[in-house]
């Protein structure tokens, strides 16, 4: 192998270029050839002179262009990391941290001890770790415990274009501490990576650095991605479009992989059972049988005369109209299409006319989505078999975070699904909605990464004009407690003059710390002074020690709160399990997806029969089933664990065997934080723990009660019923719509009068999961900051509106019933 020469010493004669330290990485011929292929590498030496130069660079470069897998490895070489300073790199996504730092370590050909990876649930960092990819939250609580960073030289924010949360907050700490860095001798540099140059929240802001940081621009070497837009209005069957359009590509196109980006798992799954009932392939074979396979598959196709489409103006792809159904249609064979230069090489004497009538290789279809299991993740990366052709039917993450290899077309729904919350009630609905230009531009890119490509935009481009040009930072757009307490564990009182690349609404802001306040993880501000003084008090309040321990857990508030109530009556383990269940969420898994044979469709229903069965057993018997669907949790882990924690397990029970895993790593993982926070608690996980006595099952639901204090909801009572659509509803504290108990919770028929819930999710309409029951009398003792206790109000103080059009109702409307059957609670 030949060694590898830094740019700076091989080209350049600038006196600046210090090449100083020269790491030599033993990398295979293989790796440095495609590496050397790579754009960035182009750039090594503009980047390292910019990076020795200034304090804060900023790297905009497409997806693909070797960000990721390539930065680290400059530094690295140019002696950046050592035993007593590390390069950490922070990415938005789990996924990402794992496979980029296997990549990275195959790369260098270095052990997984020294380029590792931490996210929250698990991580193979050593003392000799010098490369580190984490995800964001997971830097963000290391500030906490050491707000210098001091064991890193360099950190690099990547992904930074996605804004997302962590990521935005991050850049505006760091902002702070390079100056204190640099101020201590010990200077840190901080590299910001954008897959686009839309940097301007970073650049134009007084209030984040005081000198602007320089923009490196890395040239992709990107070849024309041609984009075919559809001609008609889209369709709402986006994923039968996208079925027709993989179908048209496959016979007609010459050979290159498909990446179809669709919405969500569901639809990714279904996409790839029909696709590959399309165009079957047989796993496990090897190259002579697949070859075998596809000559067996060539001659049934011809023996029922499949169909393949009538020609086809590659040009003007958009104007061909679409045919309905055309999977299933009979037509005569085209034998020239335009463009087709489809290369089967089977070498079985099949005649040229026979090769294109039937352009059809197997198919061979994959999946990827962010809460598919690793292993299967990874084989996006591997070469398809011999004589198939790839086809990758993804959700978002292939957007920017992963790069598969061999991409020649991209097939675009043009849709995201996102998950949007109510900013004040943080009541939150999964919408299917249109992406931004830039997703849409970034998508398309994605077809051009070896050779020139095309994209084809199920949407016309007059809908592409109206999108967004770019999607909002998600500090915008969700409820941010989890954020504020770990600022206020940073002493950062005055959040609201903290330099954010985009500051959250004023609204989130005072709810979160609205929140915390009732939590108990904030002073309470005193209440004396004008009302103008006392809000203002209200939103810089310090951390309370309560804060403190809460801020440590790596859950939401909530949860923390729950989990530092949970000491008392050998409670902790259980309520461990309950938090780790909730914050992990998707335990179970989903059958009401749509099925593509009658066959199907009853194993769907015998599987789900199977698992409301399961839930029942799991809910307990006699006062144990008060705890609902908490209950249900904590039995499905309980027997999970019991049976070793098996896929078998899982897969036969309805329970999602990745979710299993992460409460099992989450567990863990507050188990280890509880010890060291209450260093004589001596906890330890048994995985088969024994189920809680009665008594322990209802100090679980106070305990549960005690965080969701906000999120008690009280059932309609006859004399109230508005109208029918409050029929079986609820009301809560902090809307006026009427709320349901999800059908798929085991209080669904009960109906008890008082319940606590987890999450309201909002589909057909608003309902309420995780629910318990929860004892009136309980209220008043536990929640006293959400009751008023005496008559009710009445003039109410006035509702106001929340982002979503809701109206939200003065808080303690709800329990003026509690209170009046109460009248002797002291408080
Ligand atoms: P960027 O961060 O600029 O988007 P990356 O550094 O992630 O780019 O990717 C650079 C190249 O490395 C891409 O061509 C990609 O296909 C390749 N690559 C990344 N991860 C893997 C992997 N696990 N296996 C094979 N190739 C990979
Ligand atoms: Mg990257």
Redesign the pocket.
């Known amino acids: 192998a030949s060694p590898h020469v830094p740019v700076c010493q091989a080209a350049s004669n600038k006196p600046s270029c210090k090449p100083a330290v020269f790491i030599p990485v033993d990398r295979s011929p293989e790796i440095q050839e ?2 050397l ?4 590498l182009a750039e090594e030496q503009v980047i390292m002179e910019a990076i020795s130069e200034n304090p804060i660079v900023i790297i905009c ?11 680290p490895q400059f530094l690295y070489e140019a002696g950046y990391a050592s035993s007593n300073g590390t390069i950490g790199i922070t990415e938005p996504r789990r996924v ?1 941290a794992v ?2 730092s ?2 990275v370590a ?2 260098m050909n270095l052990s997984h001890r020294v380029v590792s990876y931490q996210i929250r649930y698990e991580g193979n960092v050593t003392d000799e770790t010098q490369i580190k990819f984490m995800t964001d939250g997971v830097l963000l609580k290391e500030i906490q415990k050491d707000f210098l960073l001091s064991k890193y030289k360099v950190v690099i924010i ?2 930074a274009h996605e804004r997302s949360m962590y990521t935005d907050i991050l850049i505006g700490l760091l902002s702070r501490i390079v100056p204190l860095r640099e101020k201590k001798g010990l200077p840190l540099k901080l590299i910001i ?1 954008s ?1 686009t140059l839309r940097v301007e929240d970073f650049t134009d802001n007084n209030r984040l650095f005081s000198v602007t940081p320089p923009v490196i621009q ?1 040239d ?1 070497r990107q070849f024309p991605v041609t984009v075919h837009f559809n001609k008609k209005t889209p369709l709402d069957d986006y994923s039968g479009e996208c079925f027709r359009k993989v179908c048209k590509i496959h016979r007609m196109l010459p050979s290159g992989g498909i990446l179809v980006f669709l919405t969500g798992q569901a639809e990714v799954h279904a996409l790839c059972r029909r696709l590959r009932k399309a165009f079957p392939f047989q796993k496990n074979n090897t190259a002579e049988e697949s070859v075998e396979e596809i000559r067996k598959f060539k001659k049934s196709r011809k023996r029922k005369k499949v169909m393949t489409l009538p020609k086809i103006d590659l040009d003007n792809y958009s104007v061909v109209p679409v045919d309905e159904g055309d999977e299933d249609r009979d037509a005569e064979t085209d034998d020239d299409i335009a463009g087709s230069d489809i290369d089967l090489d089977l070498g079985d004497g099949d005649s040229e006319e026979d090769e294109k009538s039937d352009s059809s290789l197997p198919l061979y279809v994959l999946p990827l989505y962010s809460l598919l299991a690793p292993e299967k993740q ?1 084989k996006v ?2 070469a398809p078999p011999p004589g198939t052709r790839l086809c990758v039917v993804a959700t978002n993450v292939a957007e ?6 061999g991409i020649k077309y991209v097939v675009d729904c043009g849709k995201v699904k996102k998950r949007f919350y109510d900013k004040i009630t943080g009541v939150s609905s999964f919408r299917v909605t249109w992406i931004s230009q830039a997703s849409a531009n970034q998508r398309a890119g994605r077809a051009g ?2 050779e020139p490509g095309h994209c084809y935009r199920l949407y016309s481009s007059a809908v592409f004009m109206d999108f967004e040009k770019f999607s909002a930072p998600e500090i915008t757009k969700r409820p941010v407690e989890d954020l504020i307490l770990q600022m206020k564990a940073l002493n950062i009182e005055k959040v609201i003059n903290f330099p954010f690349p985009t500051p959250p609404p004023a609204e989130a802001l005072a709810a979160a710390e609205e929140l915390l306040i009732a939590l108990g993880a904030l002073k309470e501000p005193p209440m004396t002074g004008r009302l103008k003084q006392q809000l203002a008090a209200k939103l810089s309040c310090p951390i309370s020690p309560l804060g403190r321990i809460m801020a440590t857990f790596p859950v939401a508030p909530r949860y923390a709160k729950m989990l530092a109530l949970s000491r008392q009556h050998d409670c902790l383990p259980y309520a461990i399990t309950i938090v780790s269940a909730m914050t992990v969420r998707e335990l179970f898994e989903e059958f009401d997806r749509p099925a593509v044979s009658e066959e199907e469709t009853a194993k769907l229903k015998g599987k789900k029969a199977r698992l409301l069965q399961m839930q029942r057993i799991w809910a307990g018997q006699g006062p144990m089933q008060k705890l609902g669907d908490l209950m249900v949790m904590l039995g499905a882990v309980g027997a999970c664990e019991y049976a070793g924690c098996t896929r078998k397990f899982c897969e036969e029970n309805g329970l999602r065997y990745k979710a299993m895993l992460e409460i099992r790593r989450l567990r863990g993982q507050l188990t280890t934080t509880v010890n060291s926070v209450c260093t004589d608690a001596g906890l330890y996980v048994d995985p088969k723990m024994k189920p809680p006595t009665e008594a322990q099952a209802t100090y679980l639901r106070q305990i549960v009660l005690a965080g969701l204090g906000d999120h008690v909801a009280r059932r309609v009572q006859a004399e109230e019923l508005l109208d029918d659509k409050w029929k079986n509803a609820y009301k809560t504290a902090l809307l006026d719509d009427p709320v349901f108990i999800h059908p798929s919770s085991v209080l669904f028929k009960q109906l008890p009068e008082f319940v606590v819930y987890q999450e309201i999710l909002e589909t057909t309409k608003l309902y309420m999961k995780g629910v318990s029951v929860v004892e009136p009398e309980w209220i008043p003792a536990l929640l006293p900051p959400y009751c008023h206790f005496g008559k009710p109000l009445e003039n109410p103080p006035p509702s106001y509106c929340s982002e979503t059009g809701r109206i939200r109702c003065h808080r303690p409307s709800v329990f003026y019933r509690v209170s009046w059957q109460l009248p002797a609670v002291e408080v």
């Open positions: 495609a590496r292929k790579l754009p960035i470069g497409e997806t693909g262009s070797g960000k990721t897998t390539q930065v990402a496979s980029m296997q990549r195959k790369e990547d992904e990576m897959a890395v992709a990874a990366f591997r920017t975070s992963l790069t598969i290899p990464r070896t």
